[in-house]
């Protein structure tokens, strides 16, 4: 099977551990030096619209993929971003 990169981008990518739906991919790193893929990007949420910017972007290595397939990508071993707690109000309940 090939395929190509414009292809990659409309794919999901899943986490194949529990489940969880990362995102679709929105970019790809490429090693020049010797022609080949290194890893996917899945660019971060963006913050309150956008306004505030973006969460961290979620990088794959290509080893770490397990599956690529019609519609989805499955991916193992992914670090996710450290997630900051929401903070809580104390007048809010």
Not at 18 to 24: A, D, I, K, V
Request: charged residues 30%; hydrophobic residues 40%; contains cysteine.
């Amino acid at each position: 099977m090939s395929c190509r990169i414009t292809d990659l981008r409309c794919k999901e990518v899943i986490n194949g551990k529990n489940g969880c739906r990362l995102g679709c991919v929105d970019d790809v790193e490429i090693d020049i030096k010797n022609a080949r893929l290194v890893a996917i990007v899945i660019f971060g949420r963006p913050k309150c619209f956008g306004l505030l910017g973006r969460e961290e972007d979620i990088i794959i290595r290509w080893d770490n993929i397990e599956l690529i397939g019609e519609d989805t990508i499955i991916v193992t071993n992914v670090q996710l971003p450290y997630k900051r707690k929401k903070m809580k109000l104390p007048f809010f309940k």
